[in-house]
């Protein structure tokens, strides 16, 4: 509002008074930027140190990482070594205890020789058993025609005494 009269607006005031506003908004707005842009700056610096520190601290912690799994790794690896010459101790000691070819033929060689030995003393042990066999049955018919005889000479002797009970001194069998 220039000179004139307080309370008469005219284009020319309006104008003036926008021109003004406008002005004053278009510092304010470059000021507000300004302030914006240094924040959203150190904003991003903040971040980007933020973030070397944390991939610093993420490439520390995996380097580290690795280093005990490669330390665990060898460890297993060495354990493993231990454990395959063990084993390789246990099967020598193994295959040491059994016997060698030559003393196998020689066990075979013993083996078919016993069998033989044993198969000569069943043959023997066969003749013997037939033989006794044979006695036995001799025996049994021998004692079989005694158990004959004997019951013929008790049937006989019977029948004297039944004679001899009823009267007849000759001792012939009644009829």
């Known amino acids: 509002?220039?000179?004139?009269?307080?309370?008469?607006?005219?284009?020319?005031?309006?104008?003036?008074?926008?021109?003004?506003?406008?002005?004053?908004?278009?510092?304010?707005v470059r000021d507000g930027f300004a302030d914006l842009k240094g924040e959203v700056r150190d904003g991003f610096a903040d971040l980007k140190g933020e973030v070397r520190d944390g991939f610093a601290d993420l490439k520390g912690e995996v380097r580290g990482g690795f280093a005990d799994l490669k330390g665990e790794v060898r460890d297993g690896f060495a354990d493993?070594?231990?454990?395959?010459?063990d084993l390789k101790i246990t099967l020598i000691s193994g295959f040491q205890a059994l016997p060698t070819r030559e003393s196998s033929?020689?066990?075979?060689?013993?083996?078919?020789?016993?069998?033989?030995?044993?198969?000569e003393r069943f043959t023997q042990l066969d003749v013997h058993i037939r033989e006794q066999h044979l006695q036995i049955q001799?025996?049994?018919?021998?004692v079989v025609e005694g158990q004959g005889v004997m019951a013929d000479g008790i049937r006989a002797l019977v029948a004297r005494l039944d004679a001899l009970i009823r009267g007849r001194g000759d001792g012939s069998p009644t009829v």
């Open 1 to 28: 509002m220039s000179s004139g009269r307080p309370d008469q607006v005219t284009l020319n005031t309006v104008h003036e008074d926008l021109q003004t506003g406008f002005t004053h908004l278009e510092q304010e």
């Open 105 to 119: 033929e020689e066990m075979v060689r013993l083996l078919r020789e016993k069998n033989r030995i044993d198969e």
């Open 138 to 142: 001799q025996v049994l018919r021998a």
């Open 80 to 85: 493993l070594k231990g454990a395959v010459a």
